[in-house]
Structure formats: C-alpha cells, structure tokens
C-alpha cells in the first residue's frame, strides 16, 4: 500500500471517529470538521486541515504526487489520538452534571428572589 493510500484510508477512518465520538455529520473532512471546530482544541484542527486541504489532491492521479505523505499521516494520527481519547460516558456526565448546577442554581436565585419579596412586603 502507497503513502496515498494509506493518506485515503486515513481521512476515512477521521471522518468516521469525528461522527462516533463528536457526532459531527459531513460528507467530507472539511464538512466534518467545519462543524467540530469549537469542539477540537486549536492545535489539533490546524493539523487537521492540513489533511482537509490535500482531500481533494488525493483522488488527482498527478497532484497525488506533490504530497508531503509523512507530514499528513501524522497529522491523521494525531487527530485520531485525540478522537480516541475523548470518553463518551464522561461528556454526558458531563452535560448532565451541567443541566443540574444550572437548574440548582436558577432554584437558588428564585428562592432568594422570593424571600426578598416577601420580607419587602413584610410578610415575613
């Protein structure tokens, strides 16, 4: 298998962890990635719009040739590291513990709100 082979598999393969684990939907890489940039840390998505970049240059039998093949495999794998990483159970704990301390906290604000009403109308 050829470097660009290998540089086809491994767009593949991103695009597919970028809807597993961030539920990004896009056809291409720079779709997916157009709606996962706030969710990937800056570094990592300069890498992967390196990979962007070159996704059309891949398919071009003579433009396939200029391509710096090391440099976009280890941008593919160091954004799939990432993906990789990212723990699924974790982010929705996550979002839940964050739903609760707002709703617990807008709770607290009307408790307040209300006692203060009422002691301004001396009903307390």
Request: aromatic share 6%; hydrophobic share 50%; no cysteine.
């Amino acid at each position: 298998m050829t470097g660009n082979d290998q540089i086809q598999d491994q767009i593949a393969v991103t695009v597919a962890l970028l809807r597993e684990r961030l539920g990004v939907r896009g056809k291409t890489l720079r779709q997916a990635l157009r709606r996962a940039k706030h969710r990937l840390p800056r570094r990592v998505y300069r890498r992967a719009m390196i990979l962007a970049r070159v996704e059309n240059m891949v398919d071009h039998p003579k433009l396939r040739l200029t391509l710096n093949s090391p440099q976009l495999l280890s941008a593919a794998g160091e954004l799939q590291t990432f993906l990789r990483s990212i723990d699924l159970a974790d982010r929705r704990k996550g979002w839940w513990l964050g739903m609760l301390g707002g709703l617990a906290f807008n709770i607290l604000v009307f408790a307040v709100l209300l006692l203060a009403f009422l002691a301004w109308r001396k009903i307390i």
